[in-house]
């Protein structure tokens, strides 16, 4: 877990009791500021991450679809070529190769959706950090 260190004066090495109201206010503006791009950066590198294994599971949903397809193409020959043929070794071997590919695609569109369902899209380092800010700026307006 990232943790920043903001319980130090900013601006300078001063006693923040020797500062002036404005200065202690224009000292929490910085830091506020501060805290909320940490937090923006923090939440962005979240969000990429896990967009990046989502991306990952819709990719073996979509190849999984293609497969499918395939065998789904290639069951469909099999079948022709058997009502055709009837009794032809052709036929046995598309139907065998088609249930075989048609299969594999839907094994990995499976694991696919399983990845999905799994995928956790809220960014728990930030929503724990910005508890974690709260409380610090509530310490910092009492001061």
């Known amino acids: 877990m990232t943790t920043y260190d903001l319980s130090a004066p900013s601006a300078t090495n001063e006693d923040p009791r020797d500062k002036s109201l404005g200065d202690l206010i224009a000292d929490l503006t910085r830091d506020m500021a501060t805290l909320v791009r940490q937090e923006v950066t923090l939440a962005r590198t979240e969000v990429t991450q896990k967009a990046a294994r989502i991306g990952k599971d819709v990719g073996m949903i979509a190849a999984g679809g293609l497969v499918a ?4 193409v290639l069951l469909l ?23 075989v590919v048609l299969a594999i695609g839907g094994l990995m569109a499976w ?10 899209l809220v960014p728990h380092q930030t929503v724990e950090t910005l508890k974690e800010d709260a409380q610090w700026a509530k310490e910092q307006t009492r001061g």
């Open 111 to 120: 694991q696919g959706l399983s990845g999905l369902k799994r995928a956790d």
């Open 77 to 99: 020959v099999g079948i022709a070529f058997g009502l055709i043929a009837l009794g032809m070794s052709a036929w046995g071997a598309y139907l065998l190769v088609g249930l």
């Open 69 to 72: 397809y395939a065998g789904l």
